[in-house]
């Protein structure tokens, strides 16, 4: 039996911004039929058991996707070890990442610099307007967008390094 593939999104409070690239994400590799894929969330600094952010569930709706059930929950030791591909919403989530794990170095990454889109990271829109919201899931959905096409070559040669 192959092993998933495990992609994790990160932000601060895992209420906004890694939520909704999780949803985006999940409706993504399910419209692509690539199989073999989980995908989550955390927050470098999140509450554990918080609902997404009303504003991130309604853009998340207007996307494709959902966040119907979502709960926030931390970045842990054992989330960083068991992801195969890590992506922050900016550099400073990356470099919290790795002063607590050095070890993930190869695997971290700010969602921008992975997909090479030119971005410096994805704002925070919280407690802004909904369109702040749907800004911010807009370009998530062209990160993405940009990503998933490798996704299947990164999953191909996992078991090959």
Not at 51 to 58: V, W
Not at 126 to 152: S, T
Request: positive net charge.
């Amino acid at each position: 039996m192959k092993k998933r593939y495990y992609v994790l999104f990160v932000c601060s409070g895992n209420t906004c911004r890694s939520p909704l690239a999780e949803a985006l994400m999940k409706s993504k590799i399910m419209e692509k039929r690539i199989g073999n894929v989980s995908v989550s969330s955390a927050g470098v600094s999140a509450v554990r058991g918080l609902r997404a952010a009303e504003n991130s569930r309604t853009v998340a709706r207007e996307l494709g996707a959902s966040l119907a059930g979502f709960r926030s929950s931390p970045v842990t030791a054992r989330r960083v070890a068991l992801a195969d591909l890590i992506l922050t919403m900016e550099d400073k989530h990356r470099s919290s990442i790795l002063e607590r794990w050095p070890g993930a170095e190869g695997k971290v990454h700010v969602i921008t610099e992975f997909s090479g889109s030119g971005r410096r990271g994805i704002s925070d829109p919280v407690g802004g307007p909904l369109d702040a919201y749907r800004e911010c899931g807009l370009a998530l959905q062209d990160e993405i967008n940009k990503i998933v096409p490798g996704l299947k070559k990164l999953i191909s040669t996992r078991g090959k390094k």
